[in-house]
T-cell receptor
Framework: EAGVTQFPSHSVIEKGQTVTLRCDPISGHDNLYWYRRVMGKEIKFLLHFVKESKQDESGMPNNRFLAERTGGTYSTLKVQPAELEDSGVYFC????????????????FGQGTRLTVV | AQSVTQPDIHITVSEGASLELRCNYSYGATPYLFWYVQSPGQGLQLLLKYFSGDTLVQGIKGFEAEFKRSQSSFNLRKPSVHWSDAAEYFCAVGAWDSSYKLIFGSGTRLLVRP
């Protein structure tokens, strides 16, 4: 079974440019999460999709970030225009829906996309 | 507010020595606790998790962790470290607010001396 796949693995762009990150979750996983780790700091939640719907986007830094999950399959995270502080590693994770509110289904993470804005 | 603290940024141990990585959390309800590992070039891999029951949890690769409610801790241990254990380790708590999500600590980088 394929794991969570993220593209690209690395991206170097100039300030002001646009970058789109992609995440392919594990097939059948309705939950899809985006997290970000800025250099040396903790991994922080960005947003959560359940199927194609945004369940929680409270962690999105500002309106330069746009996440989509058309058809409830893969997801994209676009940064437009990119700023220097957007540099970091962007992780995607997916999990199955839990039947109760426990949320105790394991989240599987991709290898991350390292974004460098220069 | 929920938070996770990993007080050690770097730890260096000799191969074959024992290991303990510290994790303290702040969460109002019964926590769901996790340890993840990120090896170079790899994604985050789940080592172990605690939801309820026995407070000593066994994980993959010979790791274990003990949940101590009185200390708000969930320290990760391994009796004998292998060179392949060199990686970055993240403690996390599963938290509910707008939705269920993981709150991570800042990570501990483990270096293994031959």
């Amino acid at each position: 079974e394929a794991g969570v796949t993220q593209f690209p693995s690395h991206s170097v762009i100039e300030k002001g440019q646009t970058v789109t990150l992609r995440c392919d979750p594990i097939s059948g996983h309705d939950n899809l999460y985006w997290y970000r780790r800025v250099m040396g700091k903790e991994i922080k939640f960005l947003l959560h999709f359940v199927k194609e719907s945004k369940q929680d986007e409270s962690g999105m830094p500002n309106n330069r970030f746009l996440a989509e999950r058309t058809g409830g399959t893969y997801s994209t995270l676009k940064v437009q225009p990119a700023e220097l502080e957007d540099s970091g590693v962007y992780f995607c994770a997916s999990s199955q829906l839990s039947r109760d509110r426990v949320g105790n289904t394991e989240a599987f993470f991709g290898q991350g996309t390292r974004l460098t804005v220069v | 507010a929920q938070s996770v603290t990993q007080p050690d940024i770097h730890i260096t141990v000799s191969e074959g020595a024992s290991l303990e990585l510290r994790c303290n959390y702040s969460y109002g309800a019964t926590p769901y606790l996790f340890w993840y590992v990120q090896s170079p070039g790899q994604g985050l891999q789940l080592l172990l998790k605690y939801f309820s029951g026995d407070t000593l949890v066994q994980g993959i690769k010979g790791f274990e962790a003990e949940f101590k409610r009185s200390q708000s801790s969930f320290n990760l241990r391994k009796p004998s470290v292998h060179w392949s254990d060199a990686a970055e380790y993240f403690c996390a708590v599963g938290a509910w607010d707008s939705s269920y999500k993981l709150i991570f600590g800042s990570g501990t980088r483990l270096l293994v001396r031959p």
